[in-house]
């Protein structure tokens, strides 16, 4: 109860600050299906006097990464009236990407607030989001349940966890022994990823979905 209770409240904190900021997204991640024309996400400006500027692209999960980014977004850069809404359009321009397990990209999107001639004196606001952008081939099969056969190990101090689902895990919690690992991550497909622990005891997870929900608990 006390779990559910911090989760509705962290969701209701995150709205009140996205809705203050202006602009809220219509979710927390996208997935493109290989052979679908695109993908999209809504925006909407929830300030009622104030329009922003809405900036899209598409980036490399690394940064040092310098590759063409196989995705355009549309429209890339576009005003937003208060109390309106509009939808950025993703597709997919084509090349080589794995067919069997799923790539991940950032879908950036920055959102400006304008500034008055008067206004000399006043900080414009920049909010830079990064949204996860998965892209699923076809033949991959079903993603609702890749959360649960994730394996764990213990190695030393280091917890292993094992993905071996064709598909990105994202954690939304991860704890050993009742203890919380912070900032679990993301664990890639048909890929093992190391935490340090310090204590022993049962591993419990739960993840977050496609919808961008949270799963119930699973134990090992």
Known sequence: MKQLLAAVMASFFLFCATAKAGIVMGGTRVIYQEGKREASLSVTNMDTNVPYLVQSWVENPATDDQRPVPFVVTPPLFRLEPEQENVLRISFTGGALPADKESVFWLCV?????????DINKLQINVKSKFKLFWRPKGLGESKDAWQK??????????VAHNPTPFYISFYSLAVGGKEIPEPGMIAPLASKTWPVSNTGQVTWRAI???????DAAQQ
């Not at 994730?150 to 917890?159: I, K, V």
């Open 209 to 215: 979905n496609d919808f961008g929900g949270i799963t």
């Open 150 to 159: 994730l394996t764990f190990t213990r190695n030393g101090n280091q917890l």
């Open 110 to 118: 920055k959102n400006i607030s304008p500034t008055q001639k008067d």
